[in-house]
């Protein structure tokens, strides 16, 4: 089945320890966002992809990169991860950006901060 | 500024009822709307979609309505089971790529 894979599951790092976090995706789509969801809040886009143009939320912190090498594969990393930071972190896809685009979500990756 | 609030946050109703989940949305020049299921630390699964055009979508149990210009929309879950409880979130998407999610109606189905 095409899907939206997140790996891993559940990641634990250190206060200060960098982190990368995985995506990809088995279905071709054009465009793949990363959204930031802290406890019984609603997920926030941090950024996205269109093919290769990446679009930074003017509010995402410096502290937060993403790298998408190829169509398939897109990555997480937080370069100097605070307590503040530990949330789950959601990957999605859409075919492109056009009016009847629906996003598909992966299962998440629950980061906890040390 | 697009804003997107979900009523009531939390529901608890025994199984067999039918009920109706509401979303609000400030902006009414949307593209499409969807609705997402989240259970206790997962993902999110799309459940419908409607675009800006089209008063309703309906899958199964669930019938979605969309009233653009009074900025609403309501998800009915038929009939429900233990099964639908979970977290449903309503989310916008406007001229950009960004979904603007509500905080999500927490739905408990007792047996």
């Known amino acids: 089945d095409a899907m939206v894979i997140q790996n891993p599951r559940y990641q634990v790092t250190q206060f200060g320890k960098p982190v990368t976090l995985s995506c990809s995706q088995t279905?071709?789509?054009?465009?793949m966002y990363w959204y930031q969801q802290k406890s019984s809040q609603a997920p926030k886009l941090l950024f996205h992809?269109?093919?290769?143009?990446?679009?930074n939320e003017a509010d995402t912190p410096d502290n937060f990169q993403s790298r998408r090498p190829n169509t398939s594969f897109c990555f997480l990393d937080i370069r100097s991860p605070g307590l503040g930071d530990a949330a789950m972190y959601l990957c999605?896809?859409?075919?492109?950006?056009?009016?009847?685009?629906?996003?598909?979500f992966g299962p998440g990756t629950r980061l906890t901060v040390l | 500024k697009q804003e997107v609030t979900q009523i009531p946050a939390a529901l608890s109703v025994p199984e067999g009822e039918n009920l109706v989940l509401n979303c609000s949305f400030t902006?009414?020049?949307?593209?499409?709307l969807q609705w997402f299921r989240q259970d206790p630390g997962k993902g999110l699964t799309s459940l419908l979609l409607?675009?800006?055009?089209?008063r309703e979508q309906t899958s199964g149990r669930l019938n979605a309505s969309l009233d653009k210009s009074s900025g609403r929309s309501t998800l009915y879950i038929a009939a429900s089971q233990p099964g639908d409880s979970a977290t449903y979130l309503c989310?916008?998407?406007?001229?950009?790529?960004?979904?603007?999610f509500g905080t999500g109606t927490r739905l408990q189905v007792f047996p």
């Open positions: 992809y269109y093919d290769k143009d990446f679009n």
């Open positions: 409607i675009q800006s055009s089209q």
């Open positions: 999605a896809t859409s075919r492109d950006s056009g009016r009847a685009s629906e996003q598909f």
């Open positions: 279905l071709n789509h054009n465009v």
């Open positions: 902006d009414s020049a949307i593209y499409n």
């Open positions: 989310a916008v998407r406007r001229d950009t790529d960004k979904l603007i």
